[in-house]
């Protein structure tokens, strides 16, 4: 199979588990990858010497951590693939993923962006067969597999996923200032069905997932806390700005939110911290009009 495919993995301070995928990865530059791009997120735990083990890849190193849709829109600028394909650190690649995927966007002109069906790694259970979001903005995963068609369509893809590199020259790309890290894969997912394409999972493609995400929070720390909070406001405005769905955010997602966050922290001791920045983060959303937000964007 001719090459087709640019690979851009964002990584953060992860040196153990890039290693493990740059193994899978590096072989299939004399096959089906046309180049790795790694975007180093001002890692401090060795990862530049990982990525000196393998002198073909790209590397890039932010002085900063940006998050991660950033990180995908610098190495995405620098890919010369057919199509792109952003793979988190940690993953683990079955078999021919990676060239079922690209297959899978020669064949459907209509699709844009294509994922796999993504395992956890721990027990081979399905995490995510497709990302949905309801008219009230709830999240959810598919994890339905055993149907008689080989794909459906989906809403957005999460974590790892393919996309044609002709959108990035038609003006697509990930909106980094509003949503820096969550919220961002949804928003993508958007903006292709917007530019009038399909956002698809394919059931012949599968993906491992190393880290088991459970529960209404994920990757707790004060960074991501005060985005999960400040991204879903943005997201709000952006897609849903109506008085039915601010009215249930106030009466019903948010008091369930903030009492799930002081249940899920109850046992660490920045508890007080993270909920303060859940509720800053919130407030934060809240102040920011929808004008300033897009003035905000022309000006990147």
Same mark, same amino acid.
């Given at each position: 199979?001719?090459?087709?495919?640019?690979?851009?993995?964002?990584? #953060?301070?992860?040196?153990?588990?890039?290693?493990?995928?740059?193994?899978?990865?590096?072989?299939?530059?004399?096959?089906?990858?046309?180049?790795?791009? $790694?975007?180093?997120?001002?890692?401090?735990?060795?990862?530049?010497?990982?990525?000196?083990?393998?002198?073909?890849?790209?590397?890039?190193?932010?002085?900063?951590?940006?998050?991660?849709?950033?990180?995908?829109?610098?190495?995405?600028? =620098?890919?010369?693939?057919?199509? =792109?394909?952003?793979?988190?650190?940690?993953?683990?690649?079955?078999?021919?993923?990676?060239? @079922?995927?690209?297959?899978? +966007?020669?064949?459907?002109?209509?699709?844009?962006?294509?994922?796999?069906?993504?395992?956890?790694?721990?027990?081979?259970?399905?995490?995510?067969?497709?990302?949905?979001?309801?008219?009230?903005?709830?999240?959810?995963?598919?994890?339905? /597999?055993? $149907?008689?068609?080989?794909?459906? =369509?989906?809403?957005?893809?999460?974590?790892?996923?393919?996309?044609?590199?002709?959108?990035?020259?038609?003006? %697509?790309?990930?909106?980094?200032?509003?949503?820096?890290?969550?919220?961002?894969?949804?928003?993508?997912?958007?903006?292709?069905?917007?530019?009038?394409?399909?956002?698809?999972?394919?059931?012949?493609?599968? @993906?491992?997932?190393?880290?088991?995400?459970?529960?209404?929070?994920? #990757? @707790?720390?004060?960074?991501? @806390?005060?985005?999960?909070?400040?991204?879903?406001?943005?997201?709000?405005?952006?897609?849903?700005?109506?008085? %039915?769905?601010?009215?249930?955010?106030?009466?019903? =997602?948010?008091?369930?939110?903030?009492?799930? +966050?002081?249940?899920?922290?109850?046992?660490?001791?920045?508890?007080?911290?993270?909920?303060? +920045?859940?509720?800053?983060?919130?407030?934060?959303?809240?102040? /920011?009009?929808?004008?300033?937000?897009?003035?905000?964007?022309?000006? %990147?």
């Amino acid at each position: 199979m001719s090459k087709r495919v640019s690979i851009v993995i964002p990584t #953060r301070n992860r040196c153990h588990m890039l290693m493990r995928l740059l193994e899978q990865l590096v072989p299939l530059l004399d096959s089906e990858i046309e180049e790795i791009v $790694v975007v180093d997120n001002a890692s401090s735990d060795g990862t530049s010497d990982v990525v000196a083990q393998f002198p073909n890849v790209i590397y890039l190193r932010n002085e900063e951590n940006v998050l991660s849709a950033k990180a995908r829109q610098q190495g995405w600028d =620098v890919s010369t693939g057919k199509y =792109v394909c952003f793979i988190d650190d940690d993953n683990i690649i079955e078999g021919q993923a990676l060239s @079922i995927l690209a297959d899978f +966007l020669d064949e459907n002109e209509r699709v844009a962006l294509v994922g796999p069906v993504q395992r956890r790694w721990s027990d081979g259970s399905v995490w995510c067969a497709g990302g949905r979001i309801n008219r009230f903005l709830v999240v959810s995963y598919d994890r339905e /597999t055993t $149907v008689s068609v080989k794909s459906k =369509v989906v809403d957005f893809q999460p974590n790892v996923f393919m996309t044609r590199n002709e959108l990035r020259r038609s003006g %697509v790309s990930f909106d980094w200032r509003r949503f820096p890290h969550n919220w961002s894969e949804a928003d993508f997912g958007n903006k292709i069905r917007q530019a009038g394409y399909q956002v698809v999972t394919c059931y012949d493609s599968t @993906i491992y997932h190393d880290i088991d995400y459970s529960g209404y929070f994920t #990757r @707790i720390n004060p960074t991501n @806390i005060f985005d999960q909070a400040q991204s879903r406001i943005v997201y709000r405005k952006t897609y849903h700005n109506d008085a %039915v769905t601010w009215m249930l955010f106030a009466l019903i =997602v948010l008091p369930v939110s903030v009492v799930a +966050l002081i249940f899920t922290t109850r046992t660490r001791d920045d508890r007080k911290k993270l909920i303060v +920045l859940y509720l800053k983060g919130t407030l934060c959303g809240l102040i /920011t009009s929808s004008k300033s937000l897009d003035e905000e964007v022309s000006t %990147v």
